[in-house]
């Protein structure tokens, strides 16, 4: 036993290290600088001589920057676009051009040649402008997997002193939000190392890396206090690896780092899910459970074959696939837990407690972006969910699920995992204080032993005393004699059960009750004055097991046949107990508090003795058997 718990806390241990040592080393990548760039855009404090312009609903025409929270645009309610322009005079090797996009389009030009756009084909006015529509606009909406996209190109070698222009153009009706271009190069500008110890950036995969090494720490303690290792705790682990391996690649630190420039990390967008939906198939009880695993495994490699074969642009799509997999996963879950657990009402209450915390945990995520919409509600569930869906991207749908499933996956865990402790613990304080009753008994059975057999011998000492007594002729006081005598006798034990007084002491203490109590009792203990066997393990196996079983009969109907019935011998170098005691019919053993505490003794009592604990439930009857090797000693 002590050797499987190590073998199980070694594994524990080394799962908690891995993944510190990979969160680690990932901060280290993001500590080193491989990227960096030289911001050109103009601010309310810093300019960089760029022209605007403005297309409204009378035309193009200039406009004179005003910019309000201190970098970006103050424009005209009816803007539907905002072109600018400059001469480029900074000779910067391998410039690139970058710019992020929030559910706008975009063209840049240089000396008015088409170097990027999200409208081609489109015919350009006078001013040089075109005028996409709806069809247009929801063409680029399915590009974009998120509310913000990144987009970086090459500018040419012989850029110097070219006219470069950057036209962002609004969906009419939506937030006028430009984002100025960003050229990067071998200027530095921003160090990785500074961006790493920022709170600012690093707050969500610092959480998504502590849930991980959190997962890491419930299956270290699982192992160290359970028998069997619950596997799938691992998979949240993963679940949350993944996350903060998304998060870091897709952070500003991470942009700037050789983590983005060492390695292809895209797909993780796609299926950075599928350990949690994997775990959340495992829980399942019914035969649905593999095949469900399997259709899981099937749509996180085809995401990730697509997700690394697609173009740049369209990297991080999450269709209506990645969807349909949560919920049928969820909704099947859902129906096998009901169906397992309707009998139990500690159960129901849980399951109530946690739809509680999922509606909470929902209305909080809402709310969150509801807030990053101004308060817009109706923007917020128009333009991100349903509009997003209707046009093939359901990345905000499904984020806001995953969240709220993830976030009660890992209360779940938790609770458990501390409800499970904390049994472990009462166990054993029960087990101790049974093992000392039990002991204490022991001691007192044999010091009433001794004092019989003392009796014994002085027997002949008090019969010539008595004849004595009797031969004066004193009845009254030869009265008095015989009756302190068989008041010491009567303390003695009986004997009838076995030759080992331990053996003696315990059947007495339960079978004697049992018999007070109208329960039909029979046994058969033929056993010798000496066992290879330790008097504790002895002491607690049966205890346990006919304290067991005399709870089962009390818990009848006294009008019911109740009976117990004990076995044991020896059969060469085997000690064989077998025990078979009545039953309320149809009881449930888990739906009892404190179940499990004596059979979980006597599992251990028989392991440590090369054995097992065979259990066997009738609608009537329970039956325990084992056969211990007393060469163990």
Known sequence: MKEHSGRRYLLGTAVILAVAALILAVFSLLSVTARTDLSLGDTQERRFGWRYEVLTDEGARPYEPVFENWVYLQLPEDTRAVRVTRVMTEDIPQAEL????????????????PLYTDFP??????????????????????????????????????????????????REG??????????????????????????????????????????????????????????????????????FLKEAYGSLAGYYSVLTARLDLRFLSAVYMAPLY????????????????????????????????????????????????????????AADGLRWKK?????????????????????????????????????????????????????????LLTDVI??????????????????????????????????????????SEDDTRALHHEMRHHMLALSAILADGDAVRARRYVDALAEDMAQAPSGRYSQNILVDMIAGSFLD???ARGIRVEQHLNVPETLKIADEDLSVFLSNMLQNALEACERMAPERERHIWVDMHLRGNFLCVQCVNSRPEGEEPEAREGHGYGLTAMRAVAEKYNSALLIERTPNSFSVTSDFCLEKL
């Open 278 to 333: 994997l775990y959340l198939a495992l829980r399942m009880r019914s035969r649905w459970k593999w095949p469900l695993c399997a259709a899981v495994g099937a749509w996180a490699v085809f995401e990730s074959v697509r997700e690394l074969t697609a173009p740049e642009g369209l990297a991080g799509l999450v269709g209506p696939e990645t969807l349909a997999v949560l919920l049928v996963v969820t909704a099947v879950l």
């Open 174 to 243: 939506y937030e006028l939000w430009p984002e100025y271009p960003y050229i990067g190069g071998e200027d530095t500008v921003v160090a990785a190392s500074t961006l790493v110890t920022s709170v600012r950036y690093n707050a969500v995969m610092t959480l998504y890396a502590l849930l991980a090494l959190l997962m890491a720490g419930v299956f270290l303690v699982d192992a160290y206090n359970n028998s069997r290792v619950d596997g799938r705790t691992l998979l949240l682990c993963l679940y949350f690896l993944l996350l």
């Open 121 to 170: 084909g489109l015919e350009r006015d006078a001013d040089g402008f075109v005028h996409p529509d709806e069809a247009q606009w929801d063409r680029i909406w399915r590009r974009q997997s998120e509310t913000v996209r990144s987009t970086r190109m090459s500018l040419p070698t012989d850029y110097v002193g070219r006219e470069l222009s950057v036209t962002t153009y609004f």
């Open 343 to 399: 009998r139990a009402k500690q159960e129901k209450k849980r399951l109530l407690v946690y739809a509680l915390l999922a509606a909470g945990l929902t209305a909080a995520y809402v709310l969150n972006r509801i807030h990053a919409w101004d308060g817009d509600v109706a923007g917020y569930f128009r333009d991100e969910l349903w509009l997003g869906m209707r046009v093939g991207n359901f990345w905000p749908v499904v984020n």
């Open 406 to 447: 993830s976030w009660m996956t890992v209360i779940a865990v938790v609770s458990e995992a501390v409800r499970r402790t904390l049994a472990t613990h009462r166990t054993v304080d029960v087990l101790r204080e049974r093992e000392r009753q039990i002991m204490a008994g022991y001691e007192r059975m044999r010091a």
């Open 513 to 515: 009750k049992a018999a």
């Open 98 to 113: 970058m710019w992020m996009s929030y559910q706008d389009g975009v063209e840049v030009t240089l000396d008015g040649f």
